[in-house]
Structures are given as structure tokens and as C-alpha cells.
């Protein structure tokens, strides 16, 4: 027999807390996976952001659960490494503050994972970005260590790119691309297959499954996450998390 997994995906946190309730909601949940995005809300304080990253790192470190926390394109340009951002809500004030958590932290953040035929990314890996980074030098075998290790030797490679302002372009790396691009770019593919996506980055009132892909972006308007149990998907809200 094999041992149950329960994954429970939780979509942008902008210095939100209600991952905790999520978490008290979901005692029995092996995995927590973080899509990205910690930072640069509009109306919660700076410092209060960081404090919930703080916390969600401290849960990450001491919980004994296994917490994945990915990379978002809010976060990104926090890394001290990367040196200019235009993105909205980018916060210059805290810039030191965020750069220095996440640089002191950044072993426990990574690019993209995958579980149980899941590949969760912030935004989404394209075939279209994979063939562009990689030329033919990839497999689906390897995917998740080598875009790992790419953002680790070349962290630039995860810039915005493409001519679209909204992100909205096939080429477009996992902590930009946009649904439509992303599911043009993955249609039919050997990774559509394979692999069902789990991603955040655009706004949904509510969970939406759409071309093998989960959009769980939905805090802005609701409470809704994914849970994984045996590799079976379940959309729950924290009104009803039965």
C-alpha cells in the first residue's frame, strides 16, 4: 500500500494571515504549498508584511509539516541580486527589509515543485519559455531541478520578457505568463500530459480549473484553496472546508 498525501496549495499571500486558517482548517495536511507572492500589498503595511513572511518562514522551519514555498514575480525583485523592478506595488521603502529576509532565507524558496502529477508554479511553466531558456537541453524527467537550478545560476533568465505589458505572451517566464498564454503555449504538449499546473499570479474570484491548469488567485475576493488528496484535486473555501 502506498502512503496517503494530502497537498493543500495556497494561492497569493500579499501579507495576508489567512493562511493560518487555512492551515487550522486542514490539521491532517502533509504538504503546505506557498505559490508565491508574499510581498506588496496595497493596504497592509510594510512592516506587517514582512512579520507574515517572518511567521510563514518560522511554520516553514517548525512545524513538521513539509512547507513549499515557491517564488513570485512580488517577490522576485526583492532578491538582492536582482537590481530594478517597475512592477506595481513595489515598496522602495522596505526594499532593505524584504531583501534581507529573503536573502537570509533564500534556501527555503524556490522556483516551481511537483507532487502526485502536480507542477505548481507561480504563473506557470510555458513550453514555449522552457524551449526559449533551454534550446533542446531539457526533459520532463529533469524539469523541476533544472528550472530550480536555472533560477539559482541565472536568476536573470526569470525577468519580465515579450511585448506584452500585462504578461500575456507565450514566452513569458513562470512568475509572469498569463492563463491564455499559458494554456496556448502548453496545448497538446508532452507537459500538458503530463502534468497538471497549479498556479496563481491572476485574480479569480474563485478557483478555476482550465486547460490542466488550477488558477487558485482568489484571495482578493474570496477564501477558496486547493486541497490534494492521493492525487485527487478538491476546491474548498473556508466557509466550507468539510
Same mark, same amino acid.
Given at each position: ?118 507542477? #505548481? ?6 513550453? *514555449?519559455?522552457?524551449?526559449? @531558456?533551454? +534550446? ?5 524527467? &529533469? ?75 482568489? #484571495? ?6 486547493? *486541497?490534494?488528496?492521493?492525487? @485527487?484535486? +478538491? ?5 466550507? &472546508?468539510?
Amino acid at each position: 500500500t502506498t502512503i496517503q498525501m494530502k497537498t493543500i496549495a495556497i494561492g497569493d499571500i500579499h501579507g495576508r494571515t489567512i493562511w493560518k486558517r487555512i492551515v487550522e482548517a486542514e490539521p491532517d495536511a502533509d504538504r503546505f504549498v506557498f505559490i508565491g507572492d508574499y510581498f506588496d500589498s496595497f493596504t497592509i503595511s510594510g512592516v506587517e508584511q514582512l512579520a507574515n513572511f517572518e511567521e510563514i518562514l518560522r511554520f516553514k522551519k517548525e512545524s513538521g509539516k513539509d512547507v513549499v514555498l515557491l517564488i513570485g514575480n512580488h517577490d522576485y525583485h526583492y532578491f538582492p541580486e536582482i537590481t530594478n523592478s517597475n512592477t506595481s506595488g513595489f515598496q522602495p521603502k522596505m526594499y532593505h527589509s524584504f531583501a534581507s529576509v529573503i536573502g537570509d532565507n533564500r534556501k527555503h524558496l524556490q522556483m516551481c515543485y511537483e507532487a502526485d502529477g502536480y507542477l #505548481f508554479s507561480h504563473a506557470g511553466i510555458s513550453v *514555449s519559455w522552457l524551449k526559449n @531558456v533551454f +534550446k533542446k537541453d531539457w526533459n520532463l524527467k &529533469t524539469l523541476v531541478d533544472r528550472v530550480n537550478e536555472l533560477f539559482e545560476t541565472k536568476p536573470g533568465l526569470f525577468k519580465f520578457t515579450g511585448l506584452d505589458p500585462y504578461g500575456d505572451d507565450t514566452y513569458q517566464t513562470p512568475i509572469w505568463i498569463r492563463p491564455r498564454s499559458l494554456k496556448i503555449a502548453n496545448n497538446n504538449t508532452n507537459l500538458y500530459r503530463k502534468y497538471i499546473q497549479v498556479v496563481g499570479h491572476t485574480h479569480r474570484p474563485n478557483v478555476e480549473f482550465s486547460g490542466r491548469n488550477y488558477f487558485i488567485d482568489t #484571495f482578493d475576493e474570496g477564501n477558496e484553496y486547493l *486541497s490534494i488528496n492521493d492525487g @485527487v484535486a +478538491k476546491i474548498k473555501s473556508l466557509e466550507n &472546508t468539510n
